[in-house]
């Protein structure tokens, strides 16, 4: 689904470690372990309206909005 809506865009990188990694998967650890790894990109979390508004009950969510811009993109339909 990603290679779709990136369209083979090269300014986008695809990672599968949240599969890689196995169990319960926190938006907070793959944002720290890509600002970890990565740390002079900035980071961007794109998410649905609905997501944005239900951030305060995700882990750690403070953290997140340190580690990452969120952009809220309204889903077709």
Do not use: C, K, Y
């Not at 882990?59 to 990452?68: K, N, Q, T, V, Y």
């Amino acid at each position: 689904m990603l290679e779709l809506a990136t369209g083979g865009n090269p300014a986008f990188g695809i990672l599968d470690d949240e599969l890689q990694r196995g169990g319960v998967s926190w938006t907070i650890d793959t944002l720290s372990r890509l600002a970890a790894d990565r740390p002079s990109d900035s980071l961007h979390l794109i998410l649905g309206p609905d997501s944005l508004a239900g951030l305060p009950g995700w882990r750690e969510p403070r953290r997140i909005l340190e580690l990452a811009d969120p952009l809220a993109v309204e889903r077709a339909g």
